[in-house]
């Protein structure tokens, strides 16, 4: 099993940045990749990011390339999401999410274990 907790959401205005955490707890972390999501109100969850185990690859969404950047330190087995430029659109719910493969994926079914999120909210 693993356990993740997502800290760093709040309220935002547009264009300001936040920079979310994710502590992972319970298997050795630098044997998974890591993946954000977020969920918005009435909408289904979509991919934001992802990294594989080693931090060496990363993926984005279109929508977030350029002003979000996905990190981690697994010394510290912590993943980040730096957030920049915020959007109103960016409103949802954050999720981090961990997968037991070696490669970074941008698909939800390849994640075992998620986090229970935290709200992201920028006003305009």
């Known amino acids: 099993q693993v356990q993740l907790v997502e800290a760093g959401g709040g309220l935002v205005q547009a264009g300001g940045s936040l920079r979310l955490s994710c502590a992972a707890s319970?298997?050795?972390?630098?044997?998974?990749?890591m993946g954000w999501f977020r969920q918005a109100p009435g909408k289904e969850r979509e991919f934001v990011a992802a990294?594989?185990?080693?931090?060496?690859?990363?993926y984005y969404a279109d929508s977030v390339k350029g002003r979000f950047t996905i990190s981690r330190a697994n010394a510290q087995n912590t993943v980040y999401l730096q957030m920049n430029s915020l959007k109103p659109d960016d409103t949802a719910v954050y999720h981090c999410?961990?997968?037991?493969?070696?490669?970074?994926?941008?698909?939800?079914?390849?994640?075992?274990?998620w986090g229970p999120g935290t709200q992201v909210t920028v006003s305009s």
């Open positions: 990294i594989s185990s080693s931090g060496g690859v990363t």
């Open positions: 999410a961990a997968a037991g493969i070696v490669g970074a994926s941008r698909m939800s079914q390849r994640y075992d274990y």
């Open positions: 319970g298997r050795t972390f630098s044997n998974y990749a």
